[in-house]
């Protein structure tokens, strides 16, 4: 078992290996475990408590491949100052890790269905675990696809997945950002008009959206307005959050906490609390 | 004049129109193409159609002196470009560019005005098509003004 699992308030130390910029405010970060014995597995749709020391720590998704042998995997977007402290992180630096926690996509439930994934902005993050699973067990579904919206051509994350994904003749993928200079040939339009032009089975979807909160209502409108059943729209839902095993109450969302009820939840169960200013 | 009628009701925006309509509108209809780069229309121009597309790619553009041209929306197959035939002063609100070969139904929006003004049901079921898609549009603007992917403030 894995120190942060035997006590999970307490980071164990992770070395990073490599810490990559994706866009102006966007950076991945590959860690290690320092001591051997403290695993990397995680389910698609997991996050960990990433602590800087002396600043203090913050959520992140794992968005590498679960299906693979391979560094822990973190996408992150410069936000405040954790997030900040991370950024400037050089390889060899040391971290503390706890985790993964929460609920993670319902990857396997989703066998024998069409599964839509559906991301705004960083939220392609945590769907790219997701994505891996869904690749490597192809056969195992029926129709995917991916919608991403990005803000400009210039804020769209893993490039080279995108293109990898695109190229292949199983997996619908569309892109689109909210403007774009004269020499983006891709599309322009928000990300939920995209969802009306996929073909699927409405019947037989199972939906993963993850993004802004208010891209994720109108996705969740779009869905529906498509015959996508409520029960089969799962939802990546983010709050600010401290002790990550729902203790502290931090990241209350209604009767649930975001760390330990989520943050995967399926629409039914937020349904009434999306959109609320207050809960 | 019928392969024309076939195209307009395959395509999603007249989808399940009665044929008597489909036959007004094909009245004002002309089949157009747009090679990739040309301008189908430019701001501030007379609005004198409106398109049905078919194939390919348009870039609604909007230019500003002195900043770069930026797109606002990108339309395709299935789409519609240009509602400013139906609203006075009937005159276009931003450049609409093939990104490339482009095919479609263009329809003459005074002929349009003409039947909707001699037959109010046809003018319904144009508005009740048309009102969505402005629905629609007014959402997108709005997500796009509230800048959902930028850093919370
Ligand atoms: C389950 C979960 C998974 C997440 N996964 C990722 C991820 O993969 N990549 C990533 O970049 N970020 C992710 N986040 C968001 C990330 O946790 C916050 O951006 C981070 O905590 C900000 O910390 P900070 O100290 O840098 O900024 P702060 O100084 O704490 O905050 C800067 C600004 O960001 C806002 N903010 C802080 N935390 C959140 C939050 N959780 N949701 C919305 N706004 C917030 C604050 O209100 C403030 O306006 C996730 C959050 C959750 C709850």
Redesign the pocket.
């Known amino acids: 078992m894995s120190e942060s699992l035997a006590n999970p308030l307490l980071p164990a130390p992770y070395r990073v290996l490599r810490n990559k910029r994706n866009t102006h405010d ?1 950076f991945t970060l590959d860690v290690e475990p320092v001591k051997r014995g403290n695993s990397t597995l995680f389910s698609p749709g997991q ?1 960990n408590m990433l602590y800087i020391f002396g ?2 720590d ?4 794992i ?1 590498g491949d679960p299906t693979k042998e391979q560094p822990l995997r ?13 950024e400037q992180v050089k390889p060899g630096g040391v971290l503390g890790i706890r985790g993964p926690f ?1 609920v993670p996509w319902p990857v396997k439930e989703a066998e024998g269905q069409d599964v839509l994934l559906v991301a705004g902005g ?1 939220g392609l ?2 769907l790219r675990p997701a994505m891996y699973t869904l690749l490597a067990n192809r056969d195992k579904y029926g129709r995917i696809a991916l919608f991403y919206g990005a803000r400009t051509p210039e804020d769209l994350l893993y490039l080279s997945d995108l293109e990898q994904w695109r190229g292949r003749f199983d997996l619908q993928v569309c892109v689109s950002v909210d403007t774009a200079k004269r020499n983006w040939m891709g599309d322009v339009g928000v990300v939920t008009k995209l969802i009306s032009k996929a073909s699927f089975d409405p019947l037989n979807t199972v939906a993963l959206v993850c993004g802004p909160e208010i891209m994720m209502r109108f996705s969740v409108q779009e869905l529906k307005k498509n015959e996508i059943k409520s029960g089969n729209i799962f939802l ?6 401290k002790c990550a095993v729902g203790f502290c109450g931090h ?1 209350q969302y209604g009767p649930h906490f ?2 330990k009820d ?2 995967v939840f399926r629409y039914d169960q937020v349904q009434s609390l999306l959109g609320k200013r207050e809960v | 004049m019928e392969s024309l009628e076939k195209i307009l009701v395959q395509h999603p925006f007249l989808k399940n129109l009665e044929q008597k309509y489909v036959q007004l509108i094909v009245g004002c209809a002309s089949n157009v193409r747009f090679d990739s780069g040309t301008f189908i229309y430019r701001e501030g121009e007379d609005a004198n159609y409106f398109y049905i597309l078919r194939t390919g790619k348009v870039a609604l553009e909007i230019h500003d002196s002195g900043r770069e041209t930026i797109t606002i929306e990108t339309l395709g197959e299935g789409d519609v470009l240009g509602w400013a035939w139906l609203v006075p002063p009937y005159r276009r609100h931003a450049d609409a560019h093939a990104l490339e070969l482009t095919r479609a139904i263009a329809l003459d929006g005074k002929c349009l005005r003409d039947k909707c003004r001699d037959d109010h049901n046809l003018g319904y079921e144009l508005m009740m098509r048309i009102v969505p898609l402005i629905t629609h549009q007014l959402q997108a603007t709005q997500l796009q003004l509230m800048d959902v992917y930028g ?3």
């Not at chain 1, 913050?58 to 998704?61: E, F, Y």
């Open positions: 966007v996050f600043k203090g913050a959520a992140i998704s968005s973190h996408t992150i977007r410069r936000a405040g100052v954790v997030t900040q402290a991370l929460g960083i993050a945590p990546s839902m983010e709050r600010n959050m990241c975001i760390c989520g943050p | 850093v919370k403030k």
